[in-house]
Protein backbone atom coordinates (compact mmCIF):
# COMPACT_ATOMS: atom_id res chain seq x y z
CA UNK A 1 0.00 0.00 0.00
CA UNK A 2 1.57 3.23 -1.21
CA UNK A 3 2.22 5.84 1.66
CA UNK A 4 1.92 9.76 1.22
CA UNK A 5 2.57 12.57 2.95
CA UNK A 6 0.21 15.65 3.98
CA UNK A 7 2.43 18.79 5.16
CA UNK A 8 0.09 20.60 7.74
CA UNK A 9 1.96 23.84 6.91
CA UNK A 10 1.60 23.55 3.00
CA UNK A 11 -1.92 22.02 3.08
CA UNK A 12 -3.67 25.21 5.30
CA UNK A 13 -0.59 27.62 4.42
CA UNK A 14 -0.25 28.90 7.97
CA UNK A 15 1.96 27.97 11.07
CA UNK A 16 -1.12 27.84 13.61
CA UNK A 17 -3.19 25.01 13.02
CA UNK A 18 -6.18 26.80 14.94
CA UNK A 19 -9.21 27.08 12.82
CA UNK A 20 -11.14 24.10 12.15
CA UNK A 21 -11.71 25.16 8.42
CA UNK A 22 -8.16 24.07 7.99
CA UNK A 23 -8.59 21.37 9.56
CA UNK A 24 -11.61 20.33 7.21
CA UNK A 25 -8.98 20.60 4.18
CA UNK A 26 -6.30 18.08 6.21
CA UNK A 27 -9.50 15.42 6.70
CA UNK A 28 -10.45 15.69 3.09
CA UNK A 29 -6.89 14.87 1.87
CA UNK A 30 -6.88 11.98 4.15
CA UNK A 31 -10.26 10.57 3.10
CA UNK A 32 -9.40 11.26 -0.17
CA UNK A 33 -5.67 9.04 0.29
CA UNK A 34 -8.09 6.29 2.16
CA UNK A 35 -10.37 6.04 -0.41
CA UNK A 36 -7.55 5.67 -2.82
CA UNK A 37 -5.98 2.94 -0.75
CA UNK A 38 -3.21 5.06 0.59
CA UNK A 39 -1.45 5.40 3.81
CA UNK A 40 -1.26 8.57 5.39
CA UNK A 41 1.66 10.26 7.16
CA UNK A 42 0.49 13.48 9.10
CA UNK A 43 3.90 15.84 9.37
CA UNK A 44 3.16 19.04 11.83
CA UNK A 45 6.86 20.01 11.19
CA UNK A 46 7.03 23.87 11.88
CA UNK A 47 3.62 24.32 13.23
CA UNK A 48 4.09 26.50 15.95
CA UNK A 49 0.08 26.25 17.51
CA UNK A 50 -2.81 23.47 17.77
CA UNK A 51 -6.16 23.36 18.88
CA UNK A 52 -8.66 21.24 19.57
CA UNK A 53 -11.22 22.49 17.44
CA UNK A 54 -8.37 21.77 14.40
CA UNK A 55 -7.29 18.37 15.43
CA UNK A 56 -11.48 17.83 16.02
CA UNK A 57 -11.89 18.59 12.32
CA UNK A 58 -8.89 17.36 10.64
CA UNK A 59 -8.44 13.74 12.44
CA UNK A 60 -11.09 13.29 15.10
CA UNK A 61 -14.08 13.14 12.74
CA UNK A 62 -12.32 9.93 10.47
CA UNK A 63 -13.61 7.93 13.58
CA UNK A 64 -16.96 8.68 12.45
CA UNK A 65 -16.29 6.88 8.79
CA UNK A 66 -13.18 4.67 10.56
CA UNK A 67 -12.50 2.27 13.01
CA UNK A 68 -9.85 2.74 15.51
CA UNK A 69 -7.83 0.02 13.80
CA UNK A 70 -8.45 0.72 10.51
CA UNK A 71 -6.53 4.43 11.66
CA UNK A 72 -3.92 2.93 13.33
CA UNK A 73 -2.98 0.95 10.63
CA UNK A 74 -3.35 3.45 7.82
CA UNK A 75 -2.44 7.18 10.15
CA UNK A 76 0.80 8.24 11.06
CA UNK A 77 1.79 11.42 12.90
CA UNK A 78 5.51 13.00 12.87
CA UNK A 79 6.99 16.04 14.01
CA UNK A 80 4.61 16.64 16.59
CA UNK A 81 5.23 18.80 19.55
CA UNK A 82 4.10 17.45 23.20
CA UNK A 83 1.65 19.85 23.39
CA UNK A 84 0.12 18.56 20.06
CA UNK A 85 0.51 15.01 21.01
CA UNK A 86 -1.37 15.76 24.26
CA UNK A 87 -3.94 17.46 22.44
CA UNK A 88 -4.08 14.82 19.55
CA UNK A 89 -5.06 12.14 21.77
CA UNK A 90 -7.50 13.87 23.76
CA UNK A 91 -9.36 15.05 20.87
CA UNK A 92 -9.04 10.99 19.62
CA UNK A 93 -9.89 9.60 23.10
CA UNK A 94 -12.91 11.67 22.57
CA UNK A 95 -13.63 10.96 18.94
CA UNK A 96 -13.64 7.21 19.70
CA UNK A 97 -16.10 8.02 22.60
CA UNK A 98 -18.42 10.17 20.73
CA UNK A 99 -18.98 8.05 17.48
CA UNK A 100 -19.23 4.59 19.32
CA UNK A 101 -22.29 6.27 21.15
CA UNK A 102 -22.79 10.15 20.74
CA UNK A 103 -26.20 10.23 22.42
CA UNK A 104 -24.67 8.61 25.79
CA UNK A 105 -22.01 11.48 25.24
CA UNK A 106 -24.91 14.06 25.23
CA UNK A 107 -26.29 12.82 28.37
CA UNK A 108 -22.82 12.83 30.20
CA UNK A 109 -22.51 16.29 29.12
CA UNK A 110 -26.23 17.59 29.77
CA UNK A 111 -26.05 16.17 33.26
CA UNK A 112 -22.71 17.71 34.23
CA UNK A 113 -23.93 20.97 32.55
CA UNK A 114 -27.23 21.52 33.94
CA UNK A 115 -27.77 24.15 36.47
Known amino acids: MENIT ?10 FGIEAEDGQK ?3 LIIKAFNDKKKVT ?22 KEH ?5 KANLKVSDI ?6 ALKRVVDTAKLFYKD ?14
Not at 42 to 63: D, K, P, R, W
Open 6 to 15: INIVNTIGDV
Open 26 to 28: VFE
Open 42 to 63: LTFQNIEMLTTAFLNTAVGQLY
Open 67 to 71: SDEFI
Open 81 to 86: SDSGKV
Open 102 to 115: PEALKRSIDEITED
